[in-house]
């Protein structure tokens, strides 16, 4: 897809935002009575499903927990109608295997884990429907649903994606962005420190403009994260309301 498709004469991409503009997000928390927190988060046309379980005792082989702190177990799956290609394998391939990989660096980087020495918190990240920043959506779910199983964390972790087209630097890119050909970055943060948790990229890019992209991906996670405390305040009035009736 060229690049003129992408960004128009005006400044305007294909959906009519801006460049440093953000996709609309919702999300709603503790959407499942079972799990110890859960939540709920659509950014843009990409929806995701997170469920946390624990701090509990470790399962499985004593020799995977740690005295000092506890494990962080995360698992990232797509659901088989989540894009236009049905899934043969929705979890357990390649891409899964890192993307779970990442939520796990992501989130030993945010959450106090030594509070909990031999213990597990279990994340569980569902991708329901896929239109880019996938790994986005997933952590910025996976916090509301941390917030909501009361773990205590450094900061909100917040990320985004953000890449250049005809040397403009775009903010939360959606699939066609994605797909574009250009290089783009994804980035997750713990916003008051201004702490990189997580910084990925996957095409090269030209060391000059490797600042502006970051600066870029930055600003939108410093934007999500208003976005995110606003779900978890509105949450607490809510859960206030519902315990004084």
Known sequence: ???????????????????????????????????????YLEQGNTKALAVVYGPHEVRGSRSKSLHDRAVINCQYSMATFSTAERKRRPHGDRKSSEMSLHLKQTFEAAVLTELYPRSQIDIYVKILQADGGNYSACVNAATLALVDAGIPMRDYVCACTAGFVEDTPLADLCHAEESGGGTSLALALLPRSGNIALLQMDA?????????????????????SEVLDGVVRQHLEEVSVLTRD
């Open 204 to 224: 090269r890019l030209h060391q000059d403009h490797l600042d502006t992209l970051i600066e870029a991906a930055m600003t939108a996670c410093k934007g999500l």
């Open 1 to 39: 897809m060229a690049g003129l498709e992408l960004l128009s004469d005006q400044g305007y991409r294909l959906d009519g935002r801006k460049a440093s503009e953000l996709r609309k997000v919702q999300a709603r928390m503790s959407v499942f009575a079972q799990a110890d927190g859960s939540a």
